[in-house]
Every structure is written in structure tokens, then in C-alpha cells.
């Protein structure tokens, strides 16, 4: 993988734009595996890191856009039958969208903010905003704050793990690998836990 992700970024920030951006649209490799890796390698100094925080968070944020112009295109019922026929290979369940749809209505600003931390939901959630033809600005500009917030939190850990004099590719590792755990573990909760908790209702009565 770091074959060919080193070509394309060795193509400068143009490069870094082009890879981050993709990964909105197919995360792989995922933002977390390329955003440490862009902070052990890519930032030698305070300057760049932001730099490649900026060209990052735009790049995140561009590809959230062009999702959201997807939504916008088909509409919530046409997006929802895309659901159901293909949801399950990302653990997005029918019943799952229809319900951060509704949820969605009530606070967008705040659940397009808190999508950019949750796996999966942070590349295809503007789906449904767009379908849903929520506000594009203030969705904008809260898919900003919230790639801006994720991309710092691994760029600077990248960053720190490179100038800690221990072996830099083994602690990130470790933390990609509690990262995918994590992740893992909430999309399991999403996919299984409505059937779990209404098995442990009806044992209780």
C-alpha cells in the first residue's frame, strides 16, 4: 500500500489533495492509516503539518460535497433503495438511514459535525444530507469543523510519533490497529445492537 500512496504523493500537496479526497469517496486506505502516515513522513516541521492539515481538511471536505451533490441529485427515496440493495457490504442497515434521516432533519448541524468521527457514516452521511436537501452551507461548513478536528487529531499524532525517538512505524501500527478495533466494534453495535436489545426485552417480559 505505501508503494503506491508514496507515488501519488510524490506528486507534492496536489498529490496529498488528490489521496485524501479519494478516500471520502472510497476509504481506502482509511483516513486514519493515511493521515498518520502523512504526519510521520510528509511534516518536518510545525508549518507543514498545517499546511497538510489544510489541504487535508479541504480535500475531506470536497469529497463529503460531492456526495451531498449526489443526494441532492436522486433524492431520499431513490437513496434508500441504493440502501437496501447495497448498505449491508458497509454495515449501513435500511432501518439504520431512515433513521439518521429523521434524526438528521432535527439537527443537522450537529450530527454532520459528529459524522466526521463515526466509521463509515462519515463518507456516505452526505448521501442523506443531500438527499434530504439540507442547507449546503451550513452542511459545509459543519463537514469542515468536524474533517478539520479528525485529520488534526491523527496529522499530529503522525507528527509526534516521528519525533519521539521511538520506533515510529510500530506505535502507529498499534494505534491503527485500537483504531480499526474500535470502529469495528461500533459498527457491530450498530448493525446488531436494535436486534440484541429487543431479544433482552422479550426475555425480560
Known amino acids: 500500500m505505501t508503494g503506491p500512496l508514496s507515488a501519488i504523493l510524490g506528486f507534492g500537496l496536489f498529490g496529498v489533495f488528490c489521496v485524501a479526497f479519494t478516500e471520502k469517496i472510497l476509504p481506502i486506505p482509511p483516513s486514519h492509516v493515511l493521515l498518520l502516515f502523512l504526519g510521520m513522513t510528509a511534516a518536518p516541521d510545525g508549518v507543514t503539518l498545517l499546511i497538510l492539515l489544510t489541504v487535508t481538511t479541504l480535500a475531506s471536505t470536497s469529497g463529503c460535497l460531492v456526495w451531498y451533490a449526489v443526494g441532492r441529485r436522486i433524492g431520499f427515496d431513490r437513496a434508500g433503495r441504493l440502501v437496501e440493495r447495497f448498505g449491508r457490504y458497509v454495515f449501513l442497515r435500511p432501518a439504520t438511514y431512515h433513521k439518521?434521516?429523521?434524526t438528521y432533519r432535527r439537527n443537522h448541524l450537529g450530527i454532520s459535525l459528529l459524522a466526521q468521527f463515526i466509521p463509515t457514516v462519515r463518507n456516505y452521511l452526505p448521501i442523506a444530507a443531500g438527499a434530504l436537501c439540507l442547507p449546503a452551507l451550513?452542511?459545509?461548513?459543519?463537514?469542515?469543523?468536524?474533517?478539520m478536528l479528525w485529520n488534526a487529531g491523527f496529522l499530529v499524532t503522525g507528527y509526534l510519533l516521528h519525533g519521539s525517538g521511538q520506533d515510529s512505524f510500530k506505535l502507529g501500527f498499534r494505534i491503527i490497529v485500537i483504531v480499526?478495533?474500535?470502529?469495528?466494534?461500533?459498527?457491530?453495535?450498530?448493525r446488531y445492537g436494535p436486534a440484541c436489545r429487543r431479544r433482552i426485552r422479550l426475555v425480560l417480559g
Request: proline share 4%; no cysteine; aromatic share 8%.
Open 100 to 102: 439518521l434521516g429523521q
Open 138 to 147: 451550513p452542511f459545509a461548513a459543519a463537514t469542515l469543523l468536524g474533517a
Open 180 to 190: 480499526v478495533a474500535l470502529e469495528t466494534a461500533f459498527m457491530l453495535a450498530l
